[in-house]
């Protein structure tokens, strides 16, 4: 039974990292819309962390921050933001591009168990979804102003605004398009990979899925 579910663990390990990868290396992962793009990358993450826990969801949340991080180099596509942080200093420009969706991914495992704890299994794989775009937007902006903020560029970028009033404009519809597209579609997948069995239940005499 143990050799079947390492087994099963694996098979969607790798799957969720092959769809990463063809996803960031095709138009399928990203829709550039000025210096940010939209990224469905995210799915794949939150899928990892819901049926591997948080080390899945580390594993895959690293390989998307490295992928980024390549980007900015211009292997899979160019970041027109990327490529200038990398200009101005590439160690922090890895720093802000890896090191939020590894955060990510490894606290997704969390927050599924977390959520299965008090809720039904769709209820955690939407919750799980939502905050997969959520913490990346976050964790990603929090990098770019901590590391970037006092260079010219960024300054440029902030044109005399204050720290949230320069998130919330700059993500705009961006962040609100991958929260949407990441809860909904999260949510469908995880709750076929329960009914294959490839979720465990919630540990609860009054869950349901």
Known sequence: MNTKINTSQLVILGLMTAILLLMAYTPLGYLNIGPLAITFNVIPVAVAAITLGPVGGAITGAVFGLTSFLQCIGVGGVSQMGAVLFGINPVLAFIQR????????????????????????????????????????AFFMSALVLLFGNTEYMQGLMGGKNVIAFICGFVGINAVCEMISSTIITGAVGMALYKARLIPAAKRSNAAA
């Open 98 to 137: 890896f090191v939020p969706r590894l955060l990510d991914g490894l606290l997704l495992g969390y927050i599924f168990r977390g959520m299965k704890k008090i809720s039904n299994t769709s209820i955690a794989c939407l919750v799980t979804g939502f905050c997969s775009a959520f913490l990346n937007t």
